[in-house]
């Protein structure tokens, strides 16, 4: 492990401990902890009279990404990477690539939302793409654990704060762009520029795989790219046809037709599932390998998750913005037999303009919505769900603010052939109020409601 450290806690004996100044923690406030924990060495902003070797920068969080790029590319350079970037996609596309690549027989490593997976190990990340040390940091755990390839997902955050640093991707992928993350990046443009980001990440010899279907992927073409979609010349979707069993995709890869059956459910899933395909033909493993394996694949938990209820079902899935919200919706609209009753709600402390959108799109497109908590952090979950209300137009909805009532009401609702859309949370298992995260999970919800029931 590197022996550099930014949180005062994880600090063990002869580390060097960088107080970095963050958003609402100051590291220069921890420094006296560090060294009580061990820390020989220090890197500071802020001259200060230390008991131990001080080093003092303009920029800490610069020296940092300095430091570890220059004492530790070179080690990563022994592992093929894999990045995948969008607004939506990235998860399930990674996750069926790394599937693959371990039923291919290939020792491969997965960092992303749901966390850091090889192996046995299965350890929980506190972001989609971790800060530039903790990155690095799995990365060179991976090699110590003899793994060769690592498909990992890649946020705009991560590419505009620099995260990522160093790292040279031998396949990146573009799967979408919609509204999300504007309270960060402030405009659409800003967003697309910090995405473009990953091309710049790209080996001299990568490929760029984008979906030429989204308005913005032809900004993602690169003399080496390929192209995929309906549109793709490369990876191309001909038709697909959605069961309650999966999806039967026809497609045309590289001018070769091909039909394939899927476990997965729903249109963006026929390009997660295409895309992951290209990836790995890409690293030039056998197509007919690839192929033979798609009914073995399952989409990550909180993944358009159906559970049974009786003659209905329940949906689990992270869909968490307008886009997202829209096609999840629409996925089941195309088989529909009773009526869609959707659960949904919107994040505190986040971009609140997407708000009234996802609630007119939910009201819009569903039977029925029940509007509620998710993860309201700081701010009044009331206030939350009044902005949601703004956009919608219809009277086809109630106001819960209690995720768990929500839930049940929700079920108590469902007939022959109905389905419950539960948005929002997906994966999650804890909802996170004012600064406490509380354990809470919708699966685990519906699971123990079924039992109320039996």
């Known amino acids: ?33 560090a060294i009580l924990n061990g820390a020989t060495k220090v890197v500071v902003e802020k001259e200060g009279n230390y008991p131990v070797e001080t080093i003092v920068v303009k920029d800490t969080k610069e020296w940092l990404q300095q430091t570890i790029v220059k004492n530790y590319q070179e080690e990563i350079k022994k592992l093929t990477l894999i990045g995948v970037t969008g607004t939506n996609g990235k998860t399930t596309t990674c996750f069926l690539t790394y599937q693959t690549l371990k039923e291919l027989g290939i020792h491969a490593a997965y960092i992303g939302t749901i966390g850091f997976w090889y192996d046995d190990v299965k350890r929980e990340l506190p972001n989609t793409t971790p800060e530039i040390l903790e990155i690095y940091s799995m990365l060179i755990e991976a090699i110590e654990h003899k793994i060769t390839h690592v498909v990992m997902e890649v946020s705009s955050h991560s590419l505009h704060q620099k995260r990522i640093e160093g790292l040279q991707f031998q396949i990146a992928c573009f799967t979408n762009l919609t509204e999300d993350h504007l309270d960060y990046h402030k405009t659409m443009e800003e967003y697309l520029h910090a995405k473009l980001k990953i091309v710049d ?67 963006f899933n026929v390009y997660n599932y295409l895309m992951s395909v290209a990836i790995l033909n890409e690293l030039s493993f056998p197509l007919e390998d690839i192929l033979f394996l798609s009914k ?51 994040g505190g402390d986040r971009d609140p303009i997407k708000r009234p959108i996802m609630g007119e799109i939910a009201t819009s497109k569903s039977d029925y919505v029940i509007f509620t908590s998710d993860n309201p952090r700081t701010e009044d979950p009331l206030k939350i769900l009044e902005d949601i209300i703004k956009g919608v137009s219809k009277n086809n909805y109630e106001i819960e603010p209690d995720r768990k009532k929500a839930i049940k009401k929700g079920l108590s609702l469902l007939k022959k052939d109905d389905v419950l859309l539960i948005l929002g949370k997906g994966h999650e298992d804890y909802q996170i109020i004012g600064h406490e995260k509380i354990h809470f999970d919708d699966a685990e919800e519906v699971r123990k409601y079924q039992k109320e029931m039996e």
């Not at 003399?223 to 026809?250: A, C, M, R, W």
């Not at 497609?251 to 091909?258: M, R, V």
């Not at 358009?304 to 913005?321: L, N, P, R």
Request: proline share 4%; with cysteine; aromatic share 10%.
């Open 201 to 267: 990440a790209l080996k001299e010899n990568g490929t760029m795989i984008y979906n030429i279907d989204d308005p913005y992927g032809h900004y993602f073409a690169t003399p080496h790219s390929k192209s995929l979609g309906f549109s793709g010349k490369d990876y191309q979707i001909v038709s697909y046809e959605n069961t309650k069993e999966g999806t039967t995709i026809e497609c045309n890869i590289e001018g070769e037709k091909f039909s394939i059956s899927t476990n997965l459910r729903s249109k």
């Open 1 to 33: 492990m590197i022996p550099i450290k930014t949180d005062s806690r994880k600090v063990k004996p002869n580390d060097t401990f960088v107080a970095i100044k963050g958003l609402t923690v100051d590291g220069h406030d921890y420094i006296d902890k």
């Open 296 to 346: 073995t694949l399952f989409a990550p938990k909180g993944r358009c998750e159906q559970i049974k209820v009786g003659e209905s079902e329940a949906v689990i899935d992270y869909a968490h913005t307008p886009d997202a919200v829209e096609k999840i919706i629409d996925a089941f609209l195309e088989n529909k037999k009773g009526k869609i009753y959707t659960i949904i709600g919107c």
